[in-house]
């Protein structure tokens, strides 16, 4: 079983920036695409971004476009999240996720590893 290993949140004040990283235990990072969910205080995990296993395709929630960048490194098996412009709404623990498939998806149903969340608290 791959594990998932997030770090890189934080506190950060409101118009900050944090970079998220997520580490795979496996060289089956690379067939797989990758996603960063989130769970904000007292509501339920929501879906952030993804990247396919090349990095030629992501997808964005509308929250967040333009503000969130994901990228990869198949060399190293991890994949980024950089958090620009953040919101105090952007508050979460944010997983990182492997998808069953090398294609993108938003639905938490398509991945089956997942890290153990790394908190990200945006203050006003």
């Known amino acids: 079983q791959v594990q998932l290993v997030e770090s890189g949140g934080g506190l950060v004040q409101a118009g900050g920036s944090l970079r998220l990283s997520c580490a795979a235990s496996?060289?089956?990072?690379?067939?797989?695409?990758m996603g960063w969910f989130r769970q904000p205080p007292g509501k339920e995990r929501e879906f952030v971004v993804v990247i396919s296993k090349n990095g030629g395709g992501t997808n964005h929630a509308d929250s967040v476009k333009g503000r969130f960048t994901i990228s990869r490194d198949n060399a190293k098996n991890t994949v980024y999240l950089q958090m620009n412009s953040l919101k105090p709404e952007d508050t979460a623990v944010y997983y990182c996720a492997m998808s069953r498939y090398g294609w993108g998806s938003s639905r938490s149903d398509d991945y089956d590893a997942w890290g153990q969340g790394t908190q990200v608290t945006v203050s006003s």
């Open positions: 496996e060289g089956t990072f690379r067939d797989k695409a």
